[in-house]
């Protein structure tokens, strides 16, 4: 018998049984600036009613997050992940997102999974006003073992180059403004996933792999609406590296950012993970979110606005003068 491609491990059908299940879906994220359909070599989008443009990207994959996922049999919420990792980056640019492609990579393809996946990327698309105009599926038995999936995206977005935020702006007596996360989002997985190696184990009334899944919080609706009112100095996400590595990455040589850690909303499962893992407590703000998804950097003057404009937002500490640039109280 005559070697094929499907004996080598990969089929070909699998991956236009995907095609077929979320060509219809992915299509309603598109606008009249997408100017080709799944299919092509290439995705097109114009751009139009902007003075002087600047893109602003970002690509992120979901981290071993997915391995709680595949293990529990619930892909919905891997796809939102995706897409939030890269559009909450470019987020803190004040950029908008224009358009997401995707990259999925299994060892034996799942069309009922890919598809699932997919599809929480088409309502994160939605959910942001942001196009899925492509991507890829890759079959790589050898590489990948049966069951296992990889997934990563790349997001687009644009902004004015005179309302770039970058940071720069930032003043001492500026306050710091949290705005709270959904959970873990998808950092620190690799932790996660030593301390509470069974995921099926009763947590708060339910499996625990429900509440380590509740997908990565989208900002751009609040922020977005805070921008069209407020002028934004500073906008960092808490992603890997937690509060600790990211805040310091938007603050000024000479100013210093002082965290309140009493005031800040650590989710009751984090606790439980610090308690169960002898975690130091400095560890956790260096690995996790620690409950503050996003940080919001605003003239003292504008604080109860934001405050008022945004419900769940609360105020975590204020930029000083100083050498360091983050320091926890």
Same mark, same amino acid.
């Given at each position: ?20 299940? &979320? ?54 919420? &891997? ?12 987020? #803190? ?61 790349? #997001? ?159 105020? &975590? ?13």
């Amino acid at each position: 018998m005559s070697n094929t491609y499907k004996s080598a491990g990969v089929d070909k059908e699998e991956g236009y049984k995907t095609v077929d299940k &979320i060509k219809s879906a992915v299509a309603e994220t598109h606008n009249e600036n997408v100017l080709n359909n799944l299919g092509s070599f290439g995705a097109f989008y114009q751009i139009a009613g902007y003075k002087n443009p600047v893109l602003v990207s970002g690509t992120d994959g979901v981290g071993t997050k997915l391995k709680v996922a595949l293990d529990s049999k619930r892909y919905d919420s &891997i796809g939102v992940d995706c897409f939030a990792m890269c559009a909450n980056d470019i987020l #803190c640019h004040g950029a908008k997102p224009l358009f997401f492609l995707d990259y999925l990579a299994c060892g034996k393809l799942d069309s009922e999974i890919a598809a699932e996946i997919v599809m929480g990327m088409v309502k994160a698309c939605k959910d942001n006003e942001c196009a899925l105009i492509g991507g890829e599926t890759a079959e790589m038995p050898g590489m990948y073992k049966p069951g296992d999936y990889d997934v990563a995206g790349f #997001c687009v977005g644009i902004v004015e180059k005179d309302q770039i935020i970058d940071g720069s702006k930032i003043k001492a007596g500026h306050k710091i403004i949290a705005l709270p996360s959904s959970g873990f989002h998808s950092n620190g997985f690799s932790l996660v996933r030593k301390i509470f190696p069974d995921f099926n184990e009763e947590f708060e009334g339910k499996p625990l792999y429900e509440t380590l899944l509740v997908p990565t919080r989208l900002y751009f609706q609040p922020v977005h609406k805070l921008l069209e009112e407020v002028k934004v100095d500073g906008i960092a996400h808490i992603t890997g590296g937690g509060i600790i590595e990211n805040i310091p990455r938007i603050i000024p040589q000479g100013l210093c950012a002082q965290i309140n850690t009493s005031a800040i909303r650590i989710p009751s499962v984090m606790l439980e993970l610090e308690k169960r893992g002898n975690i130091d407590r400095n560890e956790m703000y260096g690995t996790f979110n620690m409950g503050v998804g996003m940080v919001i950097v605003i003239d003292a003057n504008h604080a109860e606005k934001v405050l008022n404009l945004l419900d769940d937002a609360y105020e &975590i500490g204020q930029i000083t003068e100083g050498e360091e640039k983050i320091v926890l109280n």
